[in-house]
Structure formats: C-alpha cells, structure tokens
C-alpha cells in the first residue's frame, strides 16, 4: 500500500497545488529519466519524453487507486511512454522469438559491439545496449534498480513468470554474446 | 534446472566457490552480473520541474481557450438559429423604430448600464472562480 505522504502529496496535486506537484517531479525524476534513458537513445527526445511522462502523470492522477507505490505507477507510466515512442517510430521493441533472438545476437557478428579486449566494462555497456527494449528494461530494473520481481511485473505489465524467464535469457544472452566476442581461453 | 539457470543462481545468492571459478560460463557470467549495476545513470536537466509546469500551464491555456471558441461558436450558431426561426415563424418585417428607443433615454442608460454590469461581473468575479492556473 501506498504511504501516507504519497497520499497527501496526490490529494494536493488533484486540488491544484503546483507546488506539491513540484514535489513528486523531483521525487520522481531520476526514476523517469532512467526508465526512458534506457530505451530512447537520442538526447533530445529523451528530454521531451520525460516531460510528457509528468505530464501524462498529472492528467492521470485522479485515477491513480494507492494499489502500487506511487513510484511504480509513475515508472509504468514512463514505460509505456518510451515502448509506444519506440512503436511509432517503428523501431522494434517487441518480444522477439527465441528463434529470432538466437540468431540475431549469437550468431550474428554485430560490428556495433567489437571492441578492444581490454575495456571490459565498456563493451559490456554496448552488449546490454544492444539488447531488446523489453530485455534490457527487465534486466536494468531488477540489477541497478534492486526492484522486486513483482514490481518490475507491474511497471512493464508482464507476468513474473516471464521477468524471471526475461532475465535469465538476458543473462545468457551477454554470457554468450561475451564469450563469442572474447572467447573462453581469454575470458579471465 | 538447467546448468545455466543453476550458475545464474549460484551467482545471485552469492554461492560461486573458488573450483567454480574455472569454468569459462561462470567467469563470464561474474562479468555480466558485475558489469549491470554499473550501466549508465541518466538524468534530466536542472529546472526540470519548472520546465514540466510551464509546459503543463501552456497545454492548459490551449485547451481553456479551445473550449472557450468552441462555446463561442456554439453561441453564434444558436443566436443565428433562434434569429433564422424568429423572423421565419413571426413573419419579421425590419423595421427601424428600435431607432425611437433613442427617444427614450432612460431605458437606453439603464441598459448601457445593465450590459457593463455584466461585463465587469464576467470578468471580476465568474472567471476568477474558474481554476485557471
């Protein structure tokens, strides 16, 4: 259940206080900018994206119910904005099928992502870059954001059972992408 | 479970032992679980909020406005109607003897008056009510 500040913070936003609605934009900010920086790779569109996001949010509002945190209705919100942006512009976002999947990133070469052996951090961005949208969301969201299965469900409106399987083939997926890249006799 | 989810496991509770550390699937695995907290951290502008509310306040304004004509409109198109019906039904013959009102000067007053009255009212009163942010 929501807590109580979220509750008093929505009322007052509902009623017309701007400076509450302040308050949640700075409360939520980084959380939206994170959520559309991971699918929206242009600057620009970025930055208006998150706007839109705020401003979906306070159109939206009265109709938030306290089911979830209030930051995870907003990180949905900031989702879905980013997928449906994405969709537009026809870059593909779908789940992608295994089959599909296999190709494209484990016997594809990608010369996107070839990079000098010893920057490994820096090549590992590129592979976790490279992976789908609804990959990388599910992946990001359970190891830099420290989120709960059960939240990154209902941010991305999959059942728990697919994040669990989304993560575990994201996983093998850089696991295999690495070794392919790198090889396992230089891979200590 | 498969041998991949099994390492995946072992690497999330923590449970890698050190003969584990010669397999090339595990070390790859350590690779990608250590390399994901790190990812790029994004963040918004400074006077973001601020951006977001003028943003909002303008979109306001678009629509305040936009419901504004489409009343005025709607109030034009009903004065016209009701004018149209009137002179169609009353067999309406234009007559300028409204002109003698002019000989009548107190109702001509009282109704410069009347109409101001209500102009300052509108404005004073009714639309400061109206939440317009």
Not at chain 1, 154 to 165: D, F, H, L, R, S
Request: charge should be positive; include cysteine; proline fraction near 2%.
């Amino acid at each position: 259940m929501a807590g109580m500040d979220d509750r008093i913070l929505v009322t007052r936003i509902i009623d017309g206080d701007l400076h509450a609605f302040r308050v949640l934009i700075n409360q939520n900010e980084k959380l939206v900018a994170h959520m559309v920086g991971r699918l929206i790779k242009h600057d620009g569109e970025r930055e208006d994206l998150c706007q839109e996001v705020f401003i979906r949010v306070y159109e939206k509002l009265s109709e938030f119910n306290f089911q979830s945190k209030l930051s995870t209705w907003i990180a949905t919100i900031a989702y879905r904005h980013a997928i449906n942006h994405l969709r537009k512009r026809k870059i593909v976002t779908e789940q992608i099928e295994d089959a599909v999947l296999q190709e494209k990133f484990l016997t594809e070469v990608n010369p996107e992502i070839t990079l000098s052996e010893n920057d490994m951090d820096e090549f590992m961005m590129l592979l976790i870059d490279a992976l789908p949208a609804s990959y990388k969301t599910v992946l990001l969201l359970f190891h830099k954001d420290n989120l709960r299965y059960s939240e990154i469900a209902a941010i991305t409106g999959m059942p728990e059972g697919t994040v669990k399987n989304y993560l575990f083939r994201a996983r093998n997926i850089l696991k295999e992408q690495l070794l392919k890249q790198i090889g396992k006799e230089n891979i200590r | 479970m498969s041998r991949e989810e099994e390492i995946q496991k072992k690497i999330q509770d923590n449970a890698i032992q050190e003969i584990d550390k010669d397999d090339p699937d595990v070390i790859a695995y350590l690779r990608v679980f250590r390399a994901l907290p790190k990812t790029r951290e994004y963040s918004v502008p400074e006077r973001f909020a601020e951006t977001v509310i003028r943003k909002l306040e303008r979109k306001q304004k678009r629509i305040f406005l936009l419901h504004e004509y489409m009343w005025l409109t709607a109030g034009i198109l009903l004065l016209v109607t009701a004018g149209a019906y009137t002179v169609t039904r009353l067999d309406f013959k234009i007559d300028f003897g409204f002109l003698n009102a002019f000989s009548y000067k107190g109702v001509l007053v009282f109704g410069i008056f009347f109409i101001a009255m209500l102009n300052y009212i509108d404005r004073r009163v009714i639309r400061k009510t109206k939440k317009l942010i």
